[in-house]
């Protein structure tokens, strides 16, 4: 079965920038890559979409390779109010066009 | 404008009881998923409806879960008989475009059930 693939956690600093890369081996050709933010006890919040290349928004980039195998979120100085478990959001199309959520990585910022 | 509710937000019950939770979505999407987070794991999709019809319900355990959306509107998820493993968030997302894919999705703030 495809799957998705996360790093489990990271550790950063305020100010600094943090990337999380998020692998798909089997994504739908017409699908997006969306990511998405959780702090405890909420439901997951929209950060960023993208099909390809690059594309940004005011809290953060998504960078897309042209195989579309990975994607890599990109925050920008980021803060302690960053510290959440983030996620990547495909479409499998060996599964039907199934949603598949990451498993999730857990950011740290530490003051 | 108002985002997707949910009800209740908390739910304790004994094993081989059944329950039930209720989500209202955004107004005006007609796309609702009904997804279950176990604590340390991602969503894992249960349900999706297009309108009041089902476009994706390959991952729900159909001998004791059940959905609808009836009108289209808000939607029931029911689990009977509950069982220990049940335990888990019980999120509600809705999304406006009617296509399908991979869609912006808006959360609500989900139920946590607790089976004892």
């Known amino acids: 079965l495809a799957k998705t693939t996360q790093p489990i956690s990271m550790d950063s600093y305020e100010g600094q920038e943090v990337n999380i890369t998020c692998s798909h081996n089997?994504?739908?050709?017409?699908?997006?890559i969306t990511w998405y933010q959780q702090f405890p006890s909420q439901g997951p919040r929209f950060i960023i979409q993208g099909y390809k290349t690059k594309v940004t928004n005011e809290v953060a980039s998504l960078f897309i390779p042209a195989d579309r195998k990975s994607s890599t979120l990109s925050l920008p100085r980021v803060s302690l109010s960053d510290t959440a478990v983030y996620y990547c959001?495909?479409?499998?199309?060996?599964?039907?066009?199934?949603?598949?959520f990451g498993q999730g990585t857990e950011l740290s910022v530490k003051p | 404008e108002a985002g997707v509710a949910q009800s209740p937000r908390y739910k304790i019950i004994e094993k081989r009881q059944s329950v039930a939770f209720w989500c209202n979505p955004i107004?005006?999407?007609?796309?609702l998923y009904w997804y279950q987070q176990i604590l340390g794991q991602g969503p894992k999709l249960l349900i999706q409806f297009q309108n009041n019809g089902v476009v994706d319900d390959s991952q729900l355990p159909k001998d004791r879960f059940s959905a609808e959306r009836l009108k289209g509107v808000d939607s029931t998820l029911k689990i009977q008989p509950a069982k220990l493993e049940d335990s888990a968030v019980y999120l509600c997302?809705?999304?406006?475009?009617?296509?399908?894919?991979?869609?912006?999705?808006?959360f609500g703030p989900g139920t946590r059930l607790l089976v004892l």
């Open positions: 089997n994504i739908a050709t017409n699908d997006y």
């Open positions: 959001l495909v479409a499998v199309y060996n599964q039907g066009g199934k949603l598949i």
């Open positions: 107004s005006g999407h007609a796309t």
């Open positions: 997302a809705s999304s406006s475009r009617r296509t399908g894919g991979t869609e912006t999705q808006y």
